[in-house]
């Protein structure tokens, strides 16, 4: 019967950009996996349409081995959508087609299996002070040491995971046991919180609020939405944008029988939020979290593509939820940057969800209380709509915010050396005793992200390039100021060109030092500690924010991951240990980044009737992110920013590509960073295409795990010709097959480094 096969279109897994020819007996609609022989391994790939045979030639083509599926695994719109994540950073469709489907569909044996248990430790009765603890553990410094780890851990803990951390042996932990303080169960490895918890989560209040005027007015306005129609909805912190999402679902989903997708920054950072959608709809929800193992991960997909759970809710890759008839994509939080893939393909879930919902015929919500610059220029040029929510609900305030100048409030008591290491300014620490004392609680933020290291004198000026009002870079061997988005290089002086005081490299202050000094100050305060280290169980995070939650905490002291949606009535008080670190990242986003920081984290204060307060220290009071957060003025810090990004131009003024070469050997990095740029320099010289290009020169972060880094930035104003560039490079430059070398396209990076 299959007298004449069909020919089709395969994109396969590879990092090559075109398409393979295969034949087929049967029919294959676009979209389905197909498993083909690839140098005798069975590939599955993504039948992308029919072929014209052209690319074959003279060659018989292969023949497709196995359709797995009665169904397209990629429904068209979201075939689509990865086209052009593909076209558009350059990048095979094939791997683009991959990061959208389930692991478990990428392989052409069957899924693998669920979770396995393991011992795990559980925290038993407490020790909320330090004196509680000094006599618990008096001639146990280990076991103290374990207790305090598995305490920061959110009280529970894999038993290996534990001694791994402290480098002891079982010994310790069987102390621990031994004395009533903790006790061993065995749990799967890979649990679902969300379904764990099911009893325990109502929270009735959320069904039972009724939107006010702003939010109705916005509500209204999205689902009067065409379809594919864009919002920017700016609401404040606290302004109650959760309840505008919520009934925009109601009416996708409850009334049109549509469905939607909801993006958060990262689940585990955002349990509260996850929560409320959980709340509202219940078995409609598939929470599509990191926890999840490949199983239960193709479990949730095939819900989804079944359309019988109707609302995905995740991270960046949720935005590939295989729904049909989808009505609706929400980006909370979208000027996030985890929205921004790391590794290829390089896309930014953002862009990626107002693409989809074009497709798709759905309409795109952004929000945030402090939107990128990208979507707020979008805004203002129409292409975005604009929704306001400006005021709190319930007419509460933002909270004041108070910001101590550290080189006035450290030098009239201390001399310069003790001033440089001191953490606590007085009216700090004074308004910490003041709020634990009223039986409120604090939040303290240590962000802790500088990690390009710069050069700063004690009156704050810090070394800057001439040409590009980027901060440079400290470089010790040979020591130099470098700027690595022109190359500018000077010595590393010993003072500073604007007061003639000493510059000194700024060292890391981290959040266990800070935690130990809060200890001290306030011995009977009960602290948690939340950052990286304390938080590398995959639910760490969420029982960390529930102990907070339920009063269990006075101090939560932490980096970035504290700043992100939390919603806690009895925090009256948050402190900014150091608003400049990061400030002075190499980044022409630093400010923006820092703004946004301030911002979010001073907005986690006075959300509940007690009302809050800020306290801010630094040591650049008069920089715009500072005065401008200070003052909860969106407005005015992004009317500054963007001015200043208009000269020397940077997005969204123009377009930028960063083109990283990385590798073993320093020299054949460097070499090879050098052919990119004159490659690109000669195509724009035959072609006139206005693509401005920059170095090479070393990345900022010019070593990650003993790979070599150096990077060539395009600048451009449109987008087409720097596309066109971008593929003739990927197709034309070939990367020598030497020291493990790799080019890597980043277009629209959110980071330099
Ligand atoms: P945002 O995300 O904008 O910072 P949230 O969505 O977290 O703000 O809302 C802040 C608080 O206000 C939450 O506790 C929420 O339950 C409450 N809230 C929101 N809308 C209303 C409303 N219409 N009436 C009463 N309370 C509301
Ligand atoms: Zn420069």
Same mark, same amino acid.
């Not at 791997?95 to 899924?111: E, F, H, I, K, S």
């Not at 919902?357 to 939107?371: D, M």
């Given at each position: ?24 007996d ?49 429904p068209?719109?979201l ?13 095979s ?31 038993e ?22 207790y305090?780890?598995l ?12 001694l ?22 065995s ?27 702003a ?7 999205i689902?009067?939405g ?8 700016? &609401? ?68 989804l ?61 952004? &929000?945030?209380a ?63 005793r ?19 290291p ?93 102990r ?5 905490v ?16 009895s925090?009256?008080?948050v ?30 204060a ?84 206005g ?12 070593r ?38 790799r080019l ?10």
């Amino acid at each position: 019967m299959a007298s004449s096969p069909h020919l089709i279109e395969v994109a396969l897994p590879l990092p090559l950009r075109q398409t393979f020819t295969y034949a087929s007996d049967a029919p294959v609609a676009p979209g389905h996996r197909v498993v083909v022989p690839v140098r005798n391994k069975r590939v599955v790939g993504i039948c992308v349409g029919p072929s014209d045979g052209v690319a074959l030639a003279e060659v018989t083509p292969k023949g497709v081995l196995a359709i797995p599926d009665a169904e397209p695994a990629l429904p068209a719109d979201l075939l689509a959508t990865c086209r052009w994540i593909a076209d558009y950073h350059v990048v095979s469709l094939g791997l683009v087609c991959r990061a959208a489907l389930p692991v478990a569909l990428g392989q052409a044996g069957t899924p693998a299996p669920r979770g396995r248990t393991e011992r795990v430790l559980v925290l038993e009765g407490t020790l909320p002070t330090l004196q509680s603890r000094e006599a618990a553990f008096r001639r146990a410094p280990q076991q103290r040491q374990a207790y305090e780890l598995l305490e920061s851990l959110g009280g529970r803990a894999s038993v290996p995971h534990l001694l791994r951390q402290l480098g002891c042996t079982s010994a310790v932990v069987d102390g621990l046991v031994r004395k009533g303080f903790a006790r061993i169960e065995s749990a799967t490895v890979f649990r679902d919180p969300f379904a764990a918890r099911e009893g325990e989560r109502a929270r009735p209040a959320v069904a039972a609020l009724r939107p006010t005027s702003a939010q109705q007015a916005a509500i209204d306005a999205i689902v009067a939405g065409e379809p594919g129609a864009a919002f920017l909805l700016h &609401g404040i912190t606290g302004s109650g944008k959760t309840l505008v999402y919520l009934e925009v679902l109601e009416q996708v989903v409850r009334v049109e029988g549509r469905s939607a997708i909801v993006l958060v920054p990262e689940i585990a950072l955002t349990p509260q939020t996850v929560e409320r959608f959980r709340a509202r709809f219940g078995d409609l929800v598939a929470v599509l979290h990191s926890g999840l193992s490949d199983g239960e991960r193709l479990d949730a997909w095939r819900a989804l593509r079944r359309g019988e759970k109707r609302i995905a809710v995740g991270a960046r890759s949720a935005i590939f939820a295989p729904l049909p008839d989808l009505g609706a994509i929400i980006v909370d939080e979208e000027h996030e940057a985890s929205y921004k893939q790391a590794e290829a393909p390089r896309y930014h879930a953002r862009e990626v969800a107002l693409i989809h919902a074009r497709e798709a015929g759905a309409r795109c919500v952004l &929000g945030s209380a402090t939107p990128s610059l990208e979507s707020w220029r979008n805004a203002q040029e129409g292409r975005l709509s604009l929704l306001s929510l400006p005021a709190r609900v319930g007419g509460g305030a933002l909270p004041a915010v108070r910001v101590v100048d550290l080189r006035q409030e450290l030098k009239v008591s201390l001399p310069d050396e003790r001033a440089r290491r001191q953490v606590l300014s007085a009216p700090l620490e004074a308004a910490i005793r003041d709020h634990v004392a009223r039986g409120e609680q604090v939040i303290l933020l240590l962000n802790r992200r500088g990690y390009a290291p710069f050069v700063q004198c004690a009156e704050g000026h810090v070394a800057v390039c001439p040409h590009c009002s980027i901060s440079l870079t400290y470089h010790r061997t040979p020591e130099r100021l470098v700027c690595h988005y022109c190359q500018h290089q000077e010595a590393a002086g010993r003072t500073c060109a604007d007061c003639g005081g000493a510059m000194e490299r700024q060292r890391g202050l981290g959040t266990q030092q800070v935690e130990r000094l809060l200890a001290e100050r306030f011995p009977t305060a009960r602290i948690a500690r939340m950052d990286a280290d304390t938080t590398s169980g995959k639910w760490a995070h969420a029982e960390i924010l529930e102990r907070v939650g339920r009063g269990e905490v006075d101090v939560l002291l932490g980096t970035q991951m504290i700043a992100k949606g939390l919603d806690f009535a009895s925090v009256t008080l948050v402190g900014v240990i150091d608003a400049d670190v990061g400030l002075h990242l190499p980044d022409f986003r630093a400010s923006e980044r820092i703004f946004q920081l301030l911002s979010q984290v001073a907005g986690r204060a006075g959300r509940g009737p007690k009302g809050g307060e800020v306290v801010i220290q630094t040591r650049t009071p008069g920089h715009h992110a500072v005065r401008h957060a200070a003052t909860h003025d969106f407005l005015r810090f992004a009317a500054e920013e963007l001015s200043n990004r208009e000269s020397p131009p940077y997005p969204p003024t123009l377009r930028l590509a960063n083109l990283i070469v990385s590798g073993l050997d320093e020299v054949l990095v460097a070499t090879f960073a050098g052919a990119v740029a004159r490659w690109c320099v000669a195509a724009e010289a035959r072609f006139a295409l206005g693509v401005t290009v920059l170095g090479p020169a070393p990345c900022p972060v010019d070593r990650i795990k003993t790979r070599w880094r150096w990077h060539v930035i395009l600048k451009s104003e449109k987008v087409a010709p720097l596309t066109r560039l971008l593929r003739g490079l990927a197709d034309g430059l070939e990367v020598p097959a030497a020291g493990g070398l790799r080019l890597a396209i980043d277009r629209d990076p959110v980071a330099l480094l």
